[in-house]
């Protein structure tokens, strides 16, 4: 059960730390390039954006989490499942940062959503040796 509420934790810490940088990019402006005025400029910009800190952080989170759960699950459940970080950016991109998504993308989403199901109801085969 700790491991379903911390992949959870991870799964919203994930996509809300995404919302916040984008948001936070689209504030400071596009990046034109890679050159010292295409990158750093921009670069200069976002670290002092709290909007950008607080994605990072968030982000930060995820990836702790997702660790810890790694460290008692096997990766062929946590990452699969992990997976369905992809139907909530969606679904947040399409609520807190007004993007447009088509049909097509939902369409995806939800053939990711049967591939996490399917995932999430597998048990954990045991290998046998030669």
Request: proline fraction near 3%; avoid cysteine; glycine fraction near 8%.
């Amino acid at each position: 059960m700790k491991t379903y509420i911390v992949l959870a934790i991870s799964i919203l810490s994930q996509a809300t730390g995404n919302v916040f940088l984008s948001k936070g990019m689209k504030q400071i402006g596009s990046v034109s390039g890679i050159g010292e005025a295409g990158l750093l400029v921009p670069f200069a910009r976002a670290i002092g954006s709290p909007t950008i800190w607080l994605g990072a952080a968030l982000l930060l989170i995820a990836f702790l989490l997702f660790s810890a759960a790694l460290s008692w699950a096997d990766l062929s459940f946590v990452l699969p499942t992990v997976s369905v970080e992809v139907i909530v950016n969606v679904a947040f991109a399409d609520y807190f940062l007004n993007e447009p998504v088509s049909a097509v993308r939902w369409i995806g989403t939800v053939f990711v959503s049967i591939g996490v199901i399917l995932v999430m109801r597998s048990k954990r085969q045991e290998v046998q040796e030669r």
